[in-house]
């Protein structure tokens, strides 16, 4: 009877409990089944049959060579396989990513090795049960499968070795290409085809830059989203540049995929332009960040001209509302917040007293009332086209500004653009 540790060790290697002697009686009838494995591999898997390659068939016959000698060292041995053996197979495994394949070949190539060997155990069991006593069977039919499986486990480990650092090397050569596309000067047209053929991009007609924000300060990972996207998300204002941003759901459908992100999309432009459409992506998302611009998916920039026209320049705007809206600085606040969103509404509606009255939900003799006061505080001003153009500007911002503020949506990128668009408020402190 064996010693208990050995008991103990089998429980890991189910060949560790049998005696060494099989491995010696199994070891020249393994030598004959060489040549037999390594045809059927080769007979069965097209990827491996090569028959004008003697340096791939001796390749592979070296692999079957060492797997079945290293399943012979593993009979009477507790320990598991070498590192070496793994290696190899991480070998074979890289080889497999570097020729473009898949892992399916590999180990169906394993499958057949244990298999074939498996049948020639299980006839020599039959021919000779004195030298080959049938108690064996298990342990090595057991032992078999293991075995199979580490190995394939060791070529995983070397495929995906292979295919993260082609990962990772593509990664890095779109990231080139995004940095050279937003550059501030715009790059030749040669530079980018030969940038994106390296990165395995095709080059597209049109694109539109999307710029982020993060909603919340938690978020983790990268959205997934279409391969043809260059996206780069480890920038100061992570961005994406979308090929072919007009096509039908397009931006929607990314929308969905970035529900964590504030997203804006810059105008659709030809590659060599993409900076011209990540600034004004910037511009537009500064506005929905600041609440100017409603929170929706991706939001457009060519949706919105009339509102970045407004608040393009901040200081602009503030100097304009002080100017045309001096007449209501006689006023209280709670009176110059109702006079000013009257006038805006009476200007939008043509000065019709009953229109306004309705979409104010005022009483028609209420809007004529203060229509009066305007008349009196403007005077001839309410009749002069460009005034009036001017004043529908101003009260337009004023009502979008005091909008954002009550719903507290602020953003320091805005801020730090220019100075606040607070100020617009009705043309004065309150």
């Avoid at 710029?211 to 961005?239: E, K, M, N």
Wanted: charged share 25%; hydrophobic share 40%.
């Amino acid at each position: 009877m064996r010693p208990a540790a050995n008991t103990a060790q089998s429980n890991t290697n189910p060949l560790a409990a049998i005696p060494r002697e099989i491995a010696d009686y199994l070891r020249p009838h393994f030598e004959g089944a060489i040549d037999e494995v390594t045809t059927e591999i080769q007979s069965s898997i097209t990827e491996y049959a090569r028959p004008d390659d003697p340096t791939y068939q001796h390749a592979t016959r070296a692999a079957v060579t060492d797997a079945l000698h290293a399943f012979l060292d593993q009979i009477g041995n507790p320990d598991p396989p070498n590192e070496e053996l793994r290696e190899r197979f991480r070998e074979l495994g890289a080889g497999e990513a570097y020729e473009g394949r898949s892992l399916d070949s590999l180990q169906t190539a394993l499958r057949t090795g244990a298999v074939t060997t498996w049948r020639l155990i299980t006839e020599l069991q039959l021919l000779e049960p004195l030298a080959f006593p049938r108690r064996y069977l298990g342990p090595i039919a057991e032992s078999k499968f293991l075995f199979q499986q580490e190995m394939a486990t060791a070529a995983m480990e070397g495929y995906n070795r292979v295919q993260a650092r082609a990962v990772g090397e593509l990664q890095r050569r779109r990231g080139r290409l995004l940095s050279l596309l937003l550059a501030d000067t715009p790059p030749a047209a040669e530079a980018i085809a030969e940038l994106a053929r390296a990165a395995e991009w095709r080059l597209p007609t049109r694109i539109s830059v999307v710029v982020l924000q993060s909603r919340t300060s938690d978020v983790t990972g990268a959205p997934v989203l279409p391969t043809d996207v260059l996206a780069d998300f480890d920038r100061p204002d992570p961005c994406l540049v979308v090929p072919d941003p007009d096509g039908p759901g397009r931006l929607r459908s990314l929308g969905a995929v970035l529900h964590n992100w504030e997203a804006a999309a810059g105008p659709t432009v030809g590659v060599t332009q993409a900076a011209e459409s990540y600034r004004r992506a910037q511009d537009t998302l500064a506005l929905v960040c600041a609440g100017q611009l409603p929170r929706d998916g991706v939001v457009r920039w060519n949706d919105h001209l009339s509102t970045l026209l407004l608040f393009h320049d901040p200081e602009l705007m503030t100097t304009m509302a002080e100017v045309r809206l001096a007449p209501l600085e006689e006023l209280r606040p709670t009176q110059r917040d109702r006079m000013a969103e009257t006038l805006l509404a009476l200007l939008q509606q043509d000065f019709n007293a009953k229109e306004v009255a309705s979409r104010l939900h005022l009483h028609p003799q209420t809007v004529r009332y203060r229509l009066r006061n305007l008349q009196r505080l403007f005077g001839e001003r309410l009749r002069d086209p460009d005034e009036r153009f001017e004043l529908e500007m101003v009260l337009r911002a004023r009502r979008m500004t005091a909008e954002a503020e009550e719903v507290g949506q602020h953003d320091a990128r805005w801020h730090r653009s220019g100075p606040s668009v607070r100020s617009v408020h009705a043309g004065s402190p309150d």
